[in-house]
């Protein structure tokens, strides 16, 4: 059963890592899919290919989540080119880990930047359309981090807690016009962010996992795929956790 057919879907930030396993899931599921990159157009392009081979449209956009201007043209581009819009998935993050005592303002202001103020950057911006249709999902990717804080995260922890709260005051600001807005706190996974790490390190995190494995972009992928279709329509403001137990 195709869940998302005749639904076009945004994910931000897909050319590579958990945005495009949702992008690919999704597909699979019967959306036209327009994505965007900021800096791997060569991926973005693969991405746009492989998507098209399961029957749909699919588009993806260089665009800066963080600029509202740029997301202010990017929700134009994608109405001119799909002409609906139904889903919307903010995935697109960054990380600068530091301790407090060596973060730079630069690298506190630079994740707050991509990370929240892109949330505001495409729902404000996307707002407008899914009112007129009176209906919409907004699924915001937070993290585990963002619940729970993280010695050496603070920039990136302040950044998710913040999505959290925005996505609590969106579901009962939109409510009533049928958008609903949901936050996913993916654990720990392995994609381009984390493959950064001490192996040492990620094989301690995956112990301590009562599930006993990294979480995948697909484990995530289908959790969204869920919270954007249909057989979620009484699911709003809330934080799912998916983490393997590791957070309970
Ligand atoms: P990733 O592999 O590093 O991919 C990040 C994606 O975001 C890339 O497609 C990148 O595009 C895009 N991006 C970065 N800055 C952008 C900007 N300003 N505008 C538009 N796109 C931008 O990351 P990931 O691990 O898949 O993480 C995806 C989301 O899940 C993030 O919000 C992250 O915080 C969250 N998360 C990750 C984990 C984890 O363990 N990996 C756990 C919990 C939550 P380019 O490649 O074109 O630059």
Redesign the pocket.
């Known amino acids: 059963m195709k869940l998302l057919e005749n639904k076009v879907a945004l994910i931000?930030?897909?050319?590579?890592?958990?945005?495009?396993?949702i992008a690919t899931t999704f597909a699979k599921h019967g959306a036209n899919v327009a994505f965007?990159?900021?800096?791997?157009?060569d991926?973005?392009a693969e991405l746009e290919n492989e998507l098209k081979q399961f029957g749909v449209k699919a588009k993806g956009y260089?665009?800066?989540?963080?600029?509202f201007k740029a997301s202010e043209e990017l929700i134009a581009s994608i109405l001119s080119d799909f002409g609906q819009l139904d889903v919307v998935v903010?995935?697109?993050?960054?990380?600068r880990d530091n301790l407090l005592m060596r973060m730079t303002e630069d690298q506190f202001d630079e994740v707050i930047k991509?990370?929240l103020k892109?949330v505001f950057n495409i729902t404000k911006n996307c707002q407008k359309q899914m009112l007129k249709q009176r209906s919409g999902s907004i699924i915001n990717?937070?993290?585990?981090?963002g619940d729970k804080g993280n010695a050496g995260q603070a920039n990136?922890a302040a950044s998710?807690a913040g999505i959290i709260g925005f996505t609590k005051s969106i579901a009962l600001e939109l409510g009533s016009r049928n958008i609903r807005c949901n936050a996913v706190?993916?654990?720990?996974?392995?994609?381009?962010?984390?493959g950064a790490l001490d192996p040492t390190v990620v094989k301690g995190w995956i112990d301590a996992i009562p599930l006993k494995r990294?979480?995948t972009?697909e484990d995530?992928a289908n959790l969204v795929l869920f919270l954007a279709s249909d057989l979620s329509t009484y699911l709003t403001g809330q934080l799912i956790h998916i983490n393997g137990g590791m957070y309970t």
């Not at 965007?36 to 157009?41: D, F, I």
């Not at 260089?62 to 600029?67: N, T, V």
């Not at 990717?141 to 981090?145: A, F």
């Open positions: 931000t930030g897909a050319s590579r890592g958990i945005g495009r396993g965007t990159y900021l800096s791997s157009p991926k973005a260089k665009s800066d989540a963080s600029d903010n995935n697109a993050g960054i990380t991509t990370n892109s990717i937070t993290s585990v981090v990136y998710k706190a993916p654990g720990f996974i392995e994609t381009e962010m984390t990294a979480c972009a995530v």
